[in-house]
């Protein structure tokens, strides 16, 4: 089975300075889906980023960005010029990109992000 | 933008009863998903839906739990006999395509509390 750890259960950043969320994954697989999803205290879960494992490149997508470093199972994720709006619950996110394994996704335990005006 | 949609965003019950979550996927979605979180836990995978049958579940979504889609919008969680241990927030997906290739969108959640 696959797991998904996050190690920060809370991080804080000043407005307009990088912060970096940290995300370990454990998984026998080779191909796979990796994912960050913001919660904001509206509750709705978004979507912020998305890897494929298969792709060298790290995603990127505005002021965020995917440090993703497959054969040490990380997935860490960079905020530039943090807004207060980037306040929210950050969850990392697994799913195998096998169609027998099914489609659920394995969420890590969550890095609640401040930002400081 | 299309968003998925849950009600109640909150809803109590006493121990014993049944309760019905209700969810509006976005409306091209085939896939459907119910996930939780228990406070201070991390969110759990509970089903997923596809073409009017369950295509997974978890070992959490035992007997007591059933989903349904009664008409060609709503998606709904059915916990038979809540227990103490039900209280959480419930969390309804959906996604357009193949899982493989579609990301799911994700509803605000039902907040469930269990007296």
């Known amino acids: 089975a696959q797991t998904v750890t996050q190690s920060q259960p809370e991080m804080s950043v000043q407005e307009a300075e990088t912060v970096t969320l940290s995300c370990t994954y454990d998984t026998s697989e080779s191909d796979y889906y990796l994912f960050w999803y913001k919660q904001p205290p509206s509750r709705q879960m978004i979507l912020v980023i998305r890897q494929e494992a298969y792709k060298q490149q790290n995603a990127t997508e505005n002021r965020f960005s995917v440090n993703f470093q497959k054969a040490a199972k990380s997935f860490s994720l960079k905020i530039s010029d943090s807004q207060l709006g980037d306040a929210a619950m950050y969850f990392c996110a697994y799913r195998s990109a096998l169609e027998t394994s099914g489609s659920r996704l394995t969420f890590g335990e969550g890095t609640q992000l401040t930002v400081n005006p | 933008e299309p968003e998925v949609t849950q009600t109640p965003s909150h809803q109590v019950t006493q121990m014993g009863q049944e309760v019905i979550l209700r969810c509006v996927p976005i409306s091209n979605h085939l896939y459907f998903y119910w996930y939780r979180q228990i406070l201070g836990q991390k969110v759990e995978f509970l089903v997923s839906?596809?073409?009017?049958?369950?295509?997974?579940k978890s070992e959490i979504f035992d007997d007591q739990f059933s989903v349904e889609r009664p008409d060609g919008s709503n998606f709904t969680l059915k916990i038979r006999s809540t227990k103490l241990e039900d209280s959480a927030m419930y969390f309804c997906?959906?996604?357009?395509?193949?899982?493989?290739?579609?990301?799911?969108?994700f509803g605000q959640g039902t907040r469930l509390t269990v007296v």
């Open positions: 839906f596809y073409n009017n049958e369950i295509s997974e």
């Open positions: 997906a959906s996604s357009e395509d193949r899982p493989m290739n579609t990301e799911a969108f």
